[in-house]
């Protein structure tokens, strides 16, 4: 099974609306990223957050991580039909963070 | 002013063929990586090379050979293409190691084998 699991695999919103996805992972972290991937492109950067962080924020993305729970969510407000795209968490383990393990991804549609 | 640069953007190809994909980055990043998508968007990573020296090597069939003339560049090379390699395959990079860093992909060459 993967390292980085999400869900929901899918999801749909109205624009305006709030989009949360979430992510598990099986093994301790040095640091979790999110990713975002529009169709037929390479993958974004979003956020990075440490193992010793709890929530972090940039723009219209908060981002929090429970590391007890080994989780994290993505939280995208007001959202827009911009922001449909894939969107994917990525672990970096202890003592190995060259080494990215990316999670299955979660489809967000955004509706005019 | 791409930053990661890959080339072809599109690769299709006959079984039993040997392809390469190259790699450029201009960011002055250190270290490389190859991944792989296949349908299901599932990304694995294959390669990676810090400064020209290979750092991770991933169970991949040893028809996938990686090699990096310097560190700007990083290129892929696969003999005997198989119908199972039809993949989008990433390239990225990332500056220095041990460290949080955030890696910088290229658009992707999807590959076709026919």
């Known amino acids: 099974s993967q390292q980085g699991e999400e869900d929901p695999q899918a999801l749909s919103i109205q624009e305006g609306e709030n989009a949360t996805m979430n992510c598990s992972y099986k093994t301790s972290i040095n640091n979790l990223q999110w990713y975002r991937q529009n169709s037929g492109r390479g993958l974004v950067h979003l956020i990075l957050?440490?193992?010793?962080?709890r929530e972090k924020h940039s723009g219209r993305l908060r981002v929090t991580l429970d590391t007890s729970k080994k989780s994290s969510s993505l939280l995208i407000t007001a959202s827009r039909a911009a922001d449909t795209a894939s969107y994917f968490c990525?672990?970096?383990?202890?003592?190995?963070?060259?080494?990215?393990?990316f999670g299955t991804g979660t489809r967000l549609q955004v509706f005019p | 002013d791409t930053a990661v640069s890959q080339t072809p953007k599109y690769l299709v190809t006959q079984m039993g063929n040997d392809k390469s994909i190259k790699c450029e980055q201009n960011?002055?990043?250190?270290?490389m990586y190859w991944y792989k998508q296949d349908s299901k968007k599932f990304l694995k990573i294959m390669f990676s090379?810090?400064?020209?020296?290979?750092?991770i090597n991933e169970t991949v069939p040893n028809r996938f050979s990686p090699k990096s003339p310097d560190k700007a560049h990083l290129n892929l090379h696969i003999n005997s293409l198989e119908l199972g390699d039809s993949a989008v395959y990433f390239c990225a990079s990332s500056h220095g190691r041990g460290a949080p860093s955030t890696q910088y992909f290229g658009p992707g060459t999807r590959l076709t084998v026919l």
């Open positions: 960011l002055g990043h250190d270290t």
């Open positions: 957050i440490r193992s010793n962080e």
């Open positions: 990525a672990t970096a383990l202890i003592g190995n963070t060259d080494k990215l393990i």
């Open positions: 090379y810090n400064n020209k020296e290979l750092i």
